[in-house]
C-alpha cells in the first residue's frame, strides 16, 4: 500500500521512500544516532510537543484515578517525563526497541523515578498481557514502519491497552508536500536531523492509509483520526 493510501495522486505516490533514517540503521555510528534523538528532545522541548503530546494522553485518561500507560519508541524519553510531570498518580512504562535508547533511559532521570519502569519493547510484538494498560502511545516513531509492521502497531497497541494513541508526522497534500521537502533538501547532506527529517516527511502516512492500516489489522478496531494546521496527525484507537 502506498503511505498515501490506496487513493493515491500520482505525484503522491512518487513523494515516498523505503530508504532508511540514521536512527533505524545498522551501519550508522552510534553517536549520529543519538544526535538526532537529542535534536528530537531538543524541539520537543522549544516547541512544548512534549506538553502538548503529554496533554493529548493525559485528556484520553481523564476518567481513570491511577492510570498505566505504556510509551512506545520513546526515544529519549521526554514524553515520559512529561506523563511523569503532569499526572500525580500514572504508572508509565517508557519503552523502546532499541538497546541504547533504553540503555540511555534507565542510566537516566527516568530509570531512578518512582512511577517509571523502563523496557526493551518491540511496538509489533508488545511482551505483556491483553489489557495490560490503560493508554499505550507511540509518538513521531509510527512512519519509521513498514505497512505490515505498522498495522501490527494497531494490533498489538489495542491488545495490550485499552485506548493506542498514535502521534505523527501529517502527510501534507501532495503539492504542498513538494514545496516541504523542497525547503528541506539543502540541508539534508549536512544536518542528520534535517536528513531522518526529510525521510520521515517521505515515509509518513495519509489519514486514508492510517484507515487501511487499522482495518487491516483487526475489523473490530475503530479509529478516531484528528489533524490540523497546527496539530501533528493524531490517531486514537480502541477494540469496538
Ligand atoms: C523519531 S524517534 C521518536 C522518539 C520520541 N518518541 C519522540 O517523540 O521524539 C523514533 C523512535 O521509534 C523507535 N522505534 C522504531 N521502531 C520501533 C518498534 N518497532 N518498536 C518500538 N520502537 C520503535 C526508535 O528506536 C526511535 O527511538
Redesign the pocket.
Known amino acids: 500500500m502506498p503511505r498515501g493510501g490506496y487513493d493515491a495522486s500520482c505525484l503522491d505516490r512518487l513523494l515516498e521512500t523505503d530508504r532508511l533514517?540514521y536512527?533505524?540503521r545498522d551501519d550508522a555510528a552510534d553517536g549520529l544516532k543519538r544526535q538526532?534523538?537529542d535534536a528530537?528532545?531538543w524541539?520537543?522541548r522549544i516547541f512544548r510537543?512534549?506538553q502538548k503530546?503529554a496533554a493529548i494522553a493525559l485528556d484520553l485518561v481523564a476518567d481513570v484515578p491511577d492510570p498505566t500507560i505504556l510509551?512506545?519508541?520513546?526515544?529519549?524519553?521526554?514524553?515520559s517525563r512529561q506523563l511523569l510531570d503532569d499526572h500525580p498518580s500514572a504508572r508509565v512504562t517508557v519503552?523502546?526497541?532499541?538497546p541504547a535508547?533504553v540503555d540511555a533511559l534507565a542510566a537516566g532521570e527516568l530509570g531512578a523515578h518512582p512511577r517509571a519502569q523502563i523496557r526493551e519493547?518491540?511496538?509489533?510484538e508488545i511482551d505483556a498481557a491483553d489489557g495490560s494498560f490503560d493508554l499505550a502511545v507511540?509518538?513521531?516513531?509510527f512512519h519509521?514502519?513498514a505497512p505490515a509492521?505498522a498495522s501490527r502497531?494497531f494490533a498489538e497497541g489495542t491488545r495490550v491497552a485499552d485506548t493506542l494513541l498514535i502521534?505523527d508526522l501529517p502527510r501534507p497534500p501532495a503539492p504542498l508536500h513538494l514545496l516541504r521537502l523542497a525547503a528541506m533538501l539543502p540541508a539534508v547532506p549536512f544536518v542528520p536531523f534535517i536528513h531522518?527529517g526529510v525521510i520521515?516527511s517521505l515515509r509518513s502516512y495519509s489519514p486514508s492509509a492510517l484507515r487501511s492500516l487499522a482495518l487491516h489489522a483487526d475489523r473490530s478496531i475503530q479509529i478516531e483520526l484528528r489533524s490540523g494546521l497546527t496539530l501533528p496527525q493524531i490517531v486514537i484507537a480502541r477494540r469496538g
Not at 121 to 124: E, G, S
Open positions: 533514517e536512527i533505524d538526532v534523538i528530537l528532545d524541539t520537543g510537543n512534549h503530546f510509551e512506545l519508541g520513546a526515544g529519549h524519553g521526554g514524553l519503552s523502546d526497541v532499541a535508547s519493547l518491540d511496538a509489533t507511540f509518538a513521531l516513531s519509521h514502519l509492521q502497531v502521534i531522518d520521515s
